[in-house]
């Protein structure tokens, strides 16, 4: 069983930065793949980045891969994300995830273990 907890969330004004924090109970952190997706209200929770057990790998959302960093810190049981320029359009509920396969990290159903989120709010 691993327990998920989001920090980092908040207000922020257009063109600002975030540094999400997920941080993961248990001693098995290290074997999950991590993902954060987002998800805006009345829309499908989506990816924005996820990376592979060890952090060699990364991936992104094809329209997130230059304002967003993925990376984790397996010794503190942690994934971070950055965004830089946000936009209104980036407010959402964002979560992270864990999964057990190395397949399909761009989906949800691929995950087993969700943390409950962290609202970010983009004012313009």
């Known amino acids: 069983q691993v327990q998920l907890v989001e920090s980092g969330g908040g207000l922020v004004q257009a063109g600002g930065s975030l540094r999400l924090s997920c941080t993961a109970s248990?001693?098995?952190?290290?074997?999950?793949?991590m993902g954060w997706f987002r998800q805006a209200p009345g829309k499908e929770r989506e990816l924005v980045a996820a990376?592979?057990?060890?952090?060699?790998?990364?991936y992104y959302a094809d329209s997130l891969k230059g304002p967003c960093t993925i990376s984790r810190d397996n010794a503190k049981n942690t994934v971070y994300l950055r965004i830089n320029s946000l936009r209104p359009e980036d407010t959402a509920v964002y979560y992270c995830?864990?999964?057990?396969?190395?397949?399909?990290?761009?989906?949800?159903?691929?995950?087993?273990?969700w943390g409950p989120g962290t609202q970010v709010t983009v004012s313009s």
């Open positions: 995830a864990a999964s057990p396969s190395t397949q399909r990290l761009g989906s949800p159903t691929s995950y087993i273990y």
């Open positions: 990376s592979s057990s060890g952090g060699s790998r990364t």
């Open positions: 248990g001693r098995t952190f290290s074997i999950y793949a």
